[in-house]
């Protein structure tokens, strides 16, 4: 059974940072990449960034420059370091594994900015 579980979330000023982490357990075939999305109230769902499993990464327009995803492969983990965080930032982040079959998707962490 694959499971995703998000952690990292919390309150944080505008300017400020946060790593989210994004750890996976189980066995998903032909893992394409990991990816991390975010959907704010009333808003649709936006893809953040993206990471392959050949490290190819790829980001949305609002968060480049910013946030930068990256992976331990020993430790299962995908992280999403977000620098210089703005308050249309806040959100429920979740991760998403890309298999060949079918996605994977986590619970979730929310992250609130206060101006």
């Known amino acids: 059974q694959v499971q995703l579980v998000e952690s990292g979330g919390g309150l944080v000023q505008a300017g400020g940072s946060l790593r989210l982490s994004c750890t996976v357990s189980?066995?998903?075939?032909?893992?394409?990449?990991m990816v991390w999305y975010r959907q704010a109230p009333g808003k649709q769902r936006e893809l953040v960034a993206t990471?392959?499993?050949?490290?190819?990464?790829n980001y949305g327009d609002s968060v480049k420059g910013r946030f930068t995803i990256s992976r331990d492969n020993a430790k299962n983990t995908v992280f999403l370091r977000m620098n210089s965080l703005k308050p249309e930032d806040a959100a429920d982040y979740y991760c998403?594994?890309?298999?060949?079959?079918?996605?994977?998707w986590g619970q979730g962490t929310q992250v609130t900015v206060s101006s």
């Open positions: 998403s594994a890309r298999g060949s079959l079918r996605d994977y």
């Open positions: 189980g066995i998903i075939l032909r893992l394409n990449a």
């Open positions: 990471i392959t499993t050949g490290g190819t990464t």
